[in-house]
């Protein structure tokens, strides 16, 4: 999936890095400045999607947040709200996580 998500933003236009998880992002990140962040909420590590949105807006209040979940939206919509994020449901039409880009990119 993270493959066919990088060549389908690549190809419109977008530089996209990929993380497997946390530390790696927070390596990511400390040595490039990123536009928008895209966490899914479940992952096979801890902590969740949505604590690693809270952890880089910490570190960057600016950036945008994108959250995409399996699970029922509603259930995390408050906390997405309270971040200035999107939430976006699985499966994740492309056209739908470009639109989200927009709205949260600074």
């Known amino acids: 999936v993270r493959q066919l998500f990088t ?3 690549v190809s419109r236009g977008y ?3 990929w993380a497997a998880d ?6 990511l990140f400390s040595k490039q ?3 928008v962040v ?3 909420l479940r992952l096979r590590s801890s902590p969740n999607g949505l604590d690693i949105l809270r952890e880089f807006q910490t570190l960057q209040s600016t950036i945008g947040k994108i959250l995409i979940t399996s699970t029922d939206p509603e ?3 408050k906390s997405v709200k ?4 999107i939430c976006i449901a699985k499966p994740v039409n492309v056209d ?3 639109a989200s880009i927009h709205k949260v990119a600074v």
């Open 33 to 35: 400045n990123f536009d």
């Open 96 to 98: 739908e996580l470009v």
């Open 22 to 27: 946390r530390q790696e992002a927070l390596a």
């Open 7 to 9: 060549r389908l933003l």
């Open 15 to 17: 530089r996209v890095s």
């Open 38 to 40: 895209i966490a899914e």
């Open 82 to 85: 309270a971040l200035g994020a």
């Open 75 to 77: 259930g995390v919509e």
